[in-house]
């Protein structure tokens, strides 16, 4: 099962997330009726007065399918595997069936913008040009992928190389990071255009093929890598129009985006038009500022999703935006070339989901200490960390008051036991969305996401608005109606692989394991250590190091890094870089410029991307790698409940946590 640990115990054992009806099919024919889903059971009162504790609850988006014109749940393993194999093939680089983003997967539609949002072969091939290279480099391929923070498969993914024709080199003899896909055109041939694929945000790095099953490129991890607006900003003097979204600056942090900025794309309803309230409180909701990637192999068990529970898992349409044909986004504007686009999302987003859904994250590849991974079992489902005695200053959550009343129960000895679940189904199952006066995490991208704008989602087709109303309301699920006295905050998520998902917390303010549960150890201003560039190309832009011995840090279970000393900007030192300023909010100089630009941020959609200034020299590239928790949206607090563990409870709940 793990390295070094005995399959016999009854207290290590995990699913490694994935989907339980996906497992169920396994050897089974396509006829075989499908079990019940284990998220649907997450329903009011399921955890009543029981260790692991949930507050938000499955809602099922195709009571009618009629209606929302979507294929509700599959029924039997053939439907099942029909769906994942439509879901791969958008998900996988190359193939006939890829798609990019807000192209789908066919750039020559007219819902697609033409293929607006891709681009040439030629336009790649070029791409050293902007880097400052006299010549073409040899290792080309490399370099992109550690520029733009993207692993390189082993599965082929071909471009053509300068002077290919890609038809007739089977795609190009090129490799492309997984970022990036060559599309085809609808007749199977290959199109010659590239475009920017869901693994750009949702696969990351994490040591090689060799290293163990499902390592090297971590599909469905999250990446923690990219830094996508470096490579639009790359593009942009080449004539990529797509590139102009660099001036919103995609992230300020290398290995963040905010690309749950949802509020943007609910300022365009589909048939009810919003009023003048709502448009003026989305525009008044501020920027999410960045955030780290959920992984996708947790998804199988969790009813709702992103950080903060704003839509359930039943709802694929928003798990489809990046990839919706460009006229899509338009809603009821649109006309019917937006309802082209629309119904391109109703078609593909249940399959992919059903792909998705189906992922599972890789087992930890290092020696395990059985023992202590035992003791951390069970304190991470029994140590109550509220008990008399622990003196713990944070209101209490919830369930039994251990790791597991938030984040679920994993061990075969709680799982099977009715006062931690009501049935084992719900192993790994986590679906707590923990008040912000507990969790005590950078609060912006819950205060950005307001009643407004919750209110917009409703009407637009990503949040099913022909539901709404229903006891299966599928729009926005903070909206005061639908979440009754549940307070706001964000969603516990189930911890399948959390080893390899580093850094932590919702906005990746955190580095490791030791220090989310060790919060006085965490550092104000770190970077994580860059991969050592060819010995003859000594100023190249390194991604960061993903090498397990070289940069893993197995006994904090995080990525090495390095602590930076912050510097004051004064008018006696106005170069300091805002990323390494001790008061980064500090960016033009004077307190009354300070406080307007941050009501800016915190009242202006896209604000906070806006007035940050581009970057293009060498220095500045490398101080994106900084990450600065006194910047907007990247405090590092939170988490503090930690504080009452011991540091030998530490240890051990670390080694369990390697199990997972």
């Not at 009806?21 to 006829?31: A, E, I, L, V």
């Not at 590139?243 to 985006?257: D, E, K, M, V």
């Not at 205060?447 to 009407?459: F, I, M, Y």
């Amino acid at each position: 099962m793990f390295p070094g640990v005995s399959s016999a115990s009854d207290l290590l054992g995990s699913s490694r997330g994935g989907s339980a009806q996906w497992d169920f099919c396994y050897g089974k024919p396509d006829s075989a009726v499908l079990p019940t889903d284990p998220r649907t059971l997450v329903q009011p009162g399921i955890s009543d007065s029981r260790a692991v504790h949930f507050n938000a609850y499955w809602k099922d988006c195709h009571v009618d399918p009629v209606a929302v014109k979507e294929e509700g749940a599959a029924q039997t393993c053939g439907q099942l595997r029909r769906r994942f194999n439509l879901g791969e093939a958008l998900l996988t680089n190359g193939h006939p069936g890829a798609g990019a983003l807000f192209t789908g997967t066919d750039p020559t539609r007219l819902e697609a913008g033409f293929g607006i949002a891709t681009f040439t072969s030629l336009q790649y091939n070029e791409l050293w040009r902007t880097w400052g290279f006299p010549i073409r480099p040899d290792n080309f391929d490399a370099l992109v992928s550690q520029r733009y923070g993207s692993g390189m498969s082993t599965e082929r993914n071909p471009y053509p190389r300068p002077w290919e024709n890609p038809n007739f080199t089977n795609g190009g003899s090129g490799q492309l990071p997984q970022m990036l896909t060559q599309l085809r055109n609808p007749d199977g041939t290959w199109s010659g255009r590239i475009g920017v694929t869901c693994h750009a945000c949702h696969s990351g790095v994490v040591g090689t093929p060799t290293d163990g099953p499902g390592l090297g490129v971590t599909t469905g991890g999250g990446s923690s890598l990219a830094d996508l607006d470096l490579f639009l900003s790359d593009l942009l003097p080449l004539g990529y129009p797509a590139s102009l979204a660099t001036f919103l600056n995609l992230n300020r942090t290398r290995g963040t985006n905010n690309a749950s900025d949802i509020n943007l794309a609910f300022l365009f309803p589909d048939e009810e038009p919003l009023t003048p309230s709502e448009v003026l409180g989305v525009i008044n909701s501020g920027s999410t500022a960045g955030m780290d990637t959920p992984a996708w192999w947790n998804m199988g068990h969790r009813p709702v999703k992103f950080v903060d529970g704003v839509f359930p898992m039943d709802a694929p349409r928003v798990d489809m935006v990046f990839y919706t044909p460009f006229f899509g986004l338009f809603g009821g504007l649109g006309g019917p070339v937006s309802e082209a686009g629309q119904d391109w999302m109703r078609a593909n987003g249940p399959s992919l989901n059903t792909w998705v859904d189906s992922l599972k994250s890789p087992p930890y590849p290092l020696p395990i200490n059985q023992a202590l991974a035992e003791q951390g079992a069970v304190l991470f489902h029994t140590l109550d960390m509220w008990a008399p005695g622990r003196n713990n200053s944070v209101p209490r959550p919830q369930g039994n008051g251990s790791c597991a009343s938030c984040h679920g129960a994993y061990s075969p000895r709680y799982v099977n036991d009715p006062a931690f679940l009501a049935t084992p189904a719900l192993e790994g199952m986590a679906s707590y969305i923990v008040p912000l006066s507990i969790i005590g995490t950078d609060p912006v991208r819950v205060n950005t996401n307001n009643a407004a704008v919750q209110a917009a989602g409703a009407k637009n087709f990503f949040g099913y608005p022909t539901t709404a109303g229903t006891a299966q309301d599928c729009g926005p699920q903070n909206q005061p109606h639908i979440r009754g006295n549940r307070e706001l905050g964000y969603l516990a998520p189930p911890l399948h692989g959390v080893w390899a998902t580093a850094p932590y917390l919702h906005n990746g303010s955190v580095p490791n394991v030791w220090e989310v549960l060790k919060p006085s150890d965490r550092k104000p201003i770190w970077r994580r250590v860059s991969s050592p560039p060819r010995w003859d190309q000594p100023l190249t832009i390194m991604g960061f190091d993903t090498n397990l011995q070289r940069a893993f840090d197995s006994t904090k279970l995080g990525w090495k890094y390095d602590t930076i000393a912050c510097q004051w900007r004064s008018i006696f030192n106005p170069s300091v870089s805002p990323y390494i300023n001790c008061d980064p909010g500090d960016e033009f100089r004077t307190p009354l410029a300070q406080e307007i630009q941050n009501v800016l941020f915190s009242n202006l959609v896209a604000t906070w991307n806006i007035l940050y200034p581009p970057t293009r020299t060498r220095q500045q590239l490398e101080d994106r790698k900084i990450y600065n928790t006194h910047a907007f949206g990247q405090d590092n607090g939170g988490h503090e409940f930690n504080s009452v563990l011991t540091d030998v409870e530490r240890l051990a709940l670390i080694e369990y946590l390697k199990t997972l």
